[in-house]
């Protein structure tokens, strides 16, 4: 159910063999406007699963929260929405209190790995976990490369690895597989990025010799 007297529909999950449609999006933390926006068009999209990769929220105040699973609702009711926890979200006990994550870690809920049809989403804990080498974090290079030989695609929030010689091994292990191995840049697909690259590739700026951008 997405609230008193809403209801929301499930479907059972995908098979590894089929085709898969996930969403991965985040740091929706402002502008609510533009927030429902691109809720209205995930629903559309109608993805199997949706993952959030951090900053939910602007601060991990009550009020914030209920914006946040307002405007969330519709997609919700449709879909599982697999969140990571960002710098935003505090001390991360609302957010631990608000999700039903998978336990599939030492860290419980607050990294995870979570497998959807043929892909495999690590989600890491930079804010309320260590991630060093040799923490608990830092063995999940050794599940990615064991979900890369299963036959998973894999991809992974930054960092990708702890160390280079770490993200070495996981590339290769990738290329052994012949699986993709992926970070999530999502400001690949921001128009604006987008067309500054058309406009450089196209040469209508001349020779670039450096680019001054502003978060």
């Known amino acids: 159910a997405a ?10 999950e995908v098979n590894r063999a089929d085709p898969l449609r996930v969403v991965v999006y985040g740091d929706n933390r402002s502008n609510d406007a533009d ?30 929260w209920t914006t946040f699973f307002s405007i969330e ?49 690590v989600a890491i804990d930079l804010y ?34 702890p160390t280079v010689k770490a993200a070495r091994r996981m590339a290769a292990a990738a290329k052994k597989a012949r699986r993709h191995l992926a970070i999530n840049f999502p400001f690949r697909c921001d128009p604006c990025i987008q067309e500054a690259k058309r406009l450089i590739d196209a040469g209508a700026l001349g020779r670039v010799y450096a680019i001054r951008a502003r978060w």
């Open 3 to 12: 609230g008193a007297g809403a209801a929301g529909q499930t479907r059972t």
């Open 35 to 64: 927030h429902r926006k691109v809720v209205n068009a995930i629903v559309a999209a109608d993805p199997h699963a949706v993952f959030n990769t951090g900053d939910l929220v602007s601060s991990a105040s009550a009020s914030n």
């Open 73 to 121: 609702a519709p997609l919700l009711a449709r879909v599982p929405l697999y969140p990571a926890i960002g710098n935003h979200e505090g001390d991360a006990v609302i957010y631990r209190q608000k999700f039903v994550l998978p336990a599939t870690s030492p860290g419980g809920e607050k990294y995870y790995v979570k497998r959807v049809g043929s892909i495999a989403v």
């Open 128 to 161: 309320q976990s260590t991630y060093t080498a040799g923490s608990a974090q830092h063995q999940w290079v050794q599940t990615t490369l064991a979900a890369l030989k299963a036959g998973c695609h894999v991809l992974c929030e930054k960092p990708l690895a």
